[in-house]
Structure formats: structure tokens, C-alpha cells
């Protein structure tokens, strides 16, 4: 277990709606970094907080948003769902940005539009 | 968005043999990483290569960091039923210093 916990597990929304997904991160890691990975996909960056600020961003629209909080929670909101938002969303916590090393993965939350 | 060139896309293999599987980029990383991805679980890191040239172990897992560093494979000796699941490379380099670029995996089957 990796300490890094992501809720909820799965999740179905209709095209259109709103959806925030949630990350606690690992003790003492301050950088959450999501990730969306699409069927038989690689994950995609979609951007990392650091110390409650957006520190990087992916090839994603406006309407995916985020939040850090000051223990180091994150959240992922996403506006005006698509169809093709339909997937396997993961959060990563690192102690630093660039600690790969250190970067723990949660199980995902695996979210359906329909 | 942009993905690595992972290959190959899946293998069946019996217990106890090797298995080689490979990751090539159009640009050059100053980082390679490979993972291990189970159904319903989030990739858990196996090796982490920072130096071009580079050869690393990990019990029965050896990776390398290509010279050109465009590349790196994985090599995983003796396999057994639990190395099963979706193995991937991703890399990262000083232009995208937060982000990294991933493959798209490939998929490994252990027959006992």
C-alpha cells in the first residue's frame, strides 16, 4: 500500500455534468501530480500542484481544473463532461516535483461518462 | 498528447523464460522509468535510470538508459506468474520538467 488514497474508486456521470475527483497524498510529500489514462493508454499528464499552487500543466482544456490544499490534498475538477473523459484518472505524491523516485501512485479513480 | 514507442505491445511466455521489451522516443530524456501496472492498481515504479549508458538491476529486472538516450529496455529474467500485468517506460527531460511522457505499455502474459 502506497499511502496515497484516491476517492472515489469509481464513479458514472452523464455528458455535461460536473465531476471532482479526490487525492490524499503520502506524509510528508507536498506535490500531487494527476494523471488520465485511457483504456489500453499510457497515463497523460494533466497537471501537478505544488505547495497549493499549479506547478506544470498537460495538453488539457481549461475546464480540467485543480485544487492543493494546505495538507497537501489535492483535487481534480473537470467541467462539461465529454464522452472522452471516460477513464482510469491517477494522482501521484511526491516530496519535491521532480522525485520521481519518490512518487507514489494511487489506485486511480475510474470515471464513465456516459 | 504525446506517447512513447513501447514494444512489444503484449507477450505470452511460459514460466522461467526471459523477457525483453523495449522504448524509443523522438527526443531526447534525461530520465527513463519503468513501471509495473496490475488490474486496478496504480503503476508502481521498478527502476529509475538517470545517466546515458546506464545499466540497473532490481532482483530479477535489469533496465538501460540507451547512448542515444532516446531509448531504454527492460529485460526481465526467469519470469514467474506475478511479473504478469502491463509494464511501462515513461521519461522525462529538462523542457518538460514536471511532466512525464509515457508508453503505451506492453502487455506481458505468464503461462505456468
Known amino acids: 500500500e502506497t499511502g496515497v488514497t484516491q476517492s472515489p474508486t469509481h464513479l458514472i456521470k452523464t455528458r455535461g455534468q460536473q465531476v471532482t475527483l479526490r487525492c490524499s497524498s503520502q506524509s510528508g510529500h507536498n506535490t500531487v501530480s494527476w494523471y488520465q489514462q485511457a483504456l489500453g493508454q499510457g497515463p497523460q499528464f494533466i497537471f501537478q500542484y505544488y505547495r497549493e499552487e499549479e506547478n506544470g500543466r498537460g495538453n488539457f482544456p481549461p475546464r480540467f481544473s485543480g485544487l492543493q490544499f494546505p495538507n497537501y490534498s489535492s483535487e481534480l475538477n473537470v467541467n462539461a463532461l465529454e464522452l472522452d473523459d471516460s477513464a482510469l484518472y491517477l494522482c501521484a505524491s511526491s516530496p519535491l516535483p521532480r522525485e520521481f523516485t519518490e512518487a507514489f501512485f494511487g489506485q486511480g479513480t475510474r470515471l464513465t461518462v456516459v | 498528447g504525446q506517447q512513447l514507442n513501447q514494444s512489444p505491445q503484449s507477450m505470452f511466455i511460459q514460466e522461467g523464460e526471459d523477457v525483453s521489451m523495449n522504448c524509443t522516443s523522438s527526443?531526447?530524456?534525461?530520465?527513463w522509468l519503468w513501471y509495473k501496472q496490475d488490474p486496478g492498481e496504480g503503476p508502481v515504479l521498478l527502476i529509475a535510470l538517470y545517466k546515458a549508458g546506464e545499466l540497473t538491476s532490481n532482483g530479477r529486472l535489469t533496465a538501460q538508459f540507451g547512448i542515444t538516450r532516446k531509448d531504454s529496455f527492460l529485460n526481465i529474467s526467469a519470469s514467474i506468474p506475478s511479473d504478469v500485468g502491463i509494464y511501462f517506460c515513461?521519461?522525462?527531460?529538462?523542457?518538460?520538467?514536471?511532466?512525464?511522457?509515457w508508453g503505451l505499455g506492453t502487455s506481458l502474459g505468464v503461462n505456468p
Open positions: 515513461a521519461g522525462s527531460n529538462a523542457g518538460n520538467n514536471r511532466k512525464l511522457i
Open positions: 527526443s531526447i530524456f534525461n530520465t
